[in-house]
């Protein structure tokens, strides 16, 4: 059988648990032996046992003499579990397929290096780009210290966000909107500006009919201006952290509210920035910004943002804002660029998936 489809199956498993395993990457394993499949295993949340792990465990003594496919290079090293090359190698597997290397500076090519010593062949690179691009939020994390950022926002056929009155309700269909839903499972928190929470007070949770994970809530508030009143300080459904500037003369505390905190930055500097490293800190490996066309275009401007996600209705509207607003690109040469991932109908609405270019 092509090594390829049993990657491909690896890379299915990972994808199963997408949402779930953050700060940790999403991995699969396939335990093969003369075209049978013996094991399999995908990593299903951070402190827990590795898809390798369920892979050889399901796979027991007969991993004698097998192959192993696994979507990222097995970890070296030992943090909240063991490291899984020791078991690759006490289980006497033959050969281990690879399809990306782990950035990771703890991994980065250590764990292949250990197998080999151990006299264990390596295959690397079998489907080598659709693995990168599963993990692309992980990749991005471990790189630059700060977490994967996806735009998402919904806009009339004509580019605009709201009416020229900031009416925005509704946009786009019932369909769209339960597939931002599924969006928010899968990410570690979510992030608006003040504004959106003054004007329509969201939730910000995942409400979907089998339920669902709901995301830590972020608001971008630089003069303190998020009321005791909203619902993402009263309805203790999630984590919320509002980010100010050190400098606000505001005294409200939310004290009150133990799932409420507030983190205060610096003038000097980038406020965007500092909150992103900030989140990082926090092990925030994913955000998803549902802001309105400020936020969006301050993290565009910035060089912040790395995907995303828009709905456009069959609708016209004529005035009102639009997803990205700046008045100091005056040739196209300027303008930013992004390459489409995906397009697909939902409902009466089309989703547009793309990924910023960015130069490393």
């Known amino acids: 059988m092509d090594p390829q489809y049993y990657m491909r199956l690896a890379l299915e498993l990972a994808r199963s648990?997408?949402?779930?395993?953050?700060?940790?990457?999403?991995?699969?394993?396939v335990c093969v032996k003369n075209g049978r499949i013996l094991g399999t295993g995908a990593h299903l949340k951070a402190g827990t046992p590795h898809a390798e792990v369920h892979a050889l465990a399901m796979a027991g003594t007969d991993s004698i003499g097998a192959d192993l496919y696994v979507t990222l290079e097995p970890c070296a090293h030992t943090g909240k579990t063991p490291p899984c090359t020791d078991l690759i190698i006490s289980s006497e597997i033959q050969r281990v397929f690879v399809a990306s290397i782990d950035p990771n500076p703890s991994v980065n090519g250590t764990g292949i290096g250990l197998l080999k010593a151990a006299g264990i062949e390596v295959i690397t690179g079998i489907l080598q780009e659709e693995a990168e691009q599963l993990n692309q939020a992980f990749f991005?994390?471990?790189?630059?210290?700060?977490?994967?950022?996806?735009?998402?926002?919904?806009?009339?056929?004509?580019?605009?966000?709201?009416?020229?009155?900031?009416?925005?309700?509704?946009?786009?269909?019932?369909?769209?909107r339960t597939d931002v839903h599924h969006l928010r499972h899968t990410h570690d928190a979510i992030l608006v500006g003040v504004q959106t929470v003054l004007h329509d007070n969201p939730f910000l949770t995942t409400r979907l009919p089998h339920g669902g994970k709901n995301p830590i809530r972020i608001i971008l508030d630089r003069h303190l201006r998020t009321p005791k009143t909203a619902n993402v300080v009263t309805d203790g459904a999630a984590?919320?952290?509002?980010?100010?500037?050190?400098?606000?003369?505001?005294?409200?505390?939310f004290s009150d509210y133990p799932l409420v905190s507030i983190e205060r930055i610096s003038e000097n500097g980038s406020f965007l920035n500092e909150a992103l490293k900030r989140l990082a800190d926090k092990e925030i490996m994913t955000l998803f910004v549902e802001g309105g066309s400020k936020v969006h275009s301050s993290f565009i401007n910035e060089g912040l943002a790395d995907e995303l996600y828009l709905y456009m209705a069959?609708?016209?509207?004529?005035?009102?804002?639009?997803?990205?607003?700046?008045?100091?690109?005056n040739l196209m040469a300027e303008g930013e660029s992004l390459r489409f991932l995906d397009v697909r109908q939902i409902g009466d609405d089309i989703r547009l998936h793309a990924r910023f270019l960015k130069e490393d």
């Open 239 to 253: 984590e919320t952290i509002i980010f100010t500037l050190d400098s606000t003369e505001s005294t409200t505390t």
């Open 17 to 29: 648990a997408q949402g779930q395993t953050s700060p940790n990457p999403l991995v699969g394993a």
């Open 314 to 329: 069959p609708k016209l509207i004529g005035n009102g804002a639009s997803l990205f607003m700046d008045d100091t690109r």
């Open 140 to 176: 991005h994390f471990i790189r630059y210290g700060k977490p994967y950022v996806t735009l998402k926002a919904a806009a009339t056929l004509d580019g605009r966000l709201s009416t020229q009155n900031g009416d925005s309700k509704w946009i786009t269909s019932a369909a769209s």
